[in-house]
């Protein structure tokens, strides 16, 4: 079993959708978490952090569930900017990603 | 320059060719970490250095990758008799910080095809 596991996608909306992306992992030691965008052919760049209590920005909503080992993206009135790989990050000793999931927004 | 910066940016090595790839994290980062990203997916954990100390490298996934960083800056990837699985992104990237969960920064990556 993979470290970080993600919604295999890919996730084609429309423009203005709201959309919700998941990811589980296996080390319940894990210490943060974070969402990585990547887009094609670029380098990762983080989008934010992801806290306990929940956090939110602009359009973007991070939660995290450290009983179910659960993280996820809320991403509302989804933009045509918004089409990248959206990388689930957790640490313990080392960052370790998983394997991404693809959003397509369409005009 | 600001970021960090990756050398070459594109590789080209015939099987069994050794090849070296670079990383100049961004100035005063005590950690790096070195990715392998295969098209198609996540990047996939490599190995870890704290200033020279290399903490994990229980990602290499054979004797043949070796990885180095012996002033605490500048590291060296470095693949021998490269076999074509070992095509992908080489990703570097650094942090600030020593402890995990400080944001880490990305290079542009290392384009490696084997031919």
């Known amino acids: 079993r993979k470290e970080v596991e993600q919604d295999p996608g890919p996730f084609n909306v429309p423009e203005g959708a709201t959309v919700a992306f998941n990811c589980t992992y296996s080390n319940s030691a894990s210490q943060s978490f974070f969402w990585y965008r990547q887009d094609c052919r670029k380098e990762p760049k983080l989008l934010m952090s992801?806290?306990?209590s929940g956090n939110e920005d602009g359009r973007f909503t991070a939660q995290l569930n450290r009983a179910s080992q659960y993280i996820s993206l809320l991403i509302r009135d989804s933009k045509l900017s918004d089409s990248a790989t959206y990388l689930c990050?957790?640490?313990?000793?080392?960052?370790?990603f998983g394997a991404g999931t693809r959003l397509t927004v369409k005009p | 320059g600001a970021g960090v910066s990756q050398s070459p940016r594109y590789k080209v090595a015939k099987r069994g060719q050794d090849v070296a790839l670079r990383c100049d994290p961004i100035?005063?980062?005590?950690?790096l970490f070195w990715y392998q990203q295969a098209l198609g997916q996540g990047p996939e954990f490599l190995t870890y250095f704290q200033n020279e100390a290399q903490l994990d490298k229980s990602g290499l996934p054979s004797d043949r990758f070796f990885a180095e960083r012996p002033e605490g800056s500048v590291s060296t990837l470095k693949i021998q008799r490269t076999q074509q699985e070992d095509s992908a992104v080489y990703l570097c990237?650094?942090?600030?910080?020593?402890?995990?969960?400080?944001?880490?920064?990305f290079g542009e990556g290392s384009w490696l095809t084997v031919v």
């Open positions: 990237a650094s942090s600030l910080g020593s402890a995990p969960g400080n944001t880490i920064y």
């Open positions: 100035s005063g980062h005590v950690s």
């Open positions: 992801v806290y306990s």
């Open positions: 990050v957790v640490t313990f000793n080392d960052m370790r």
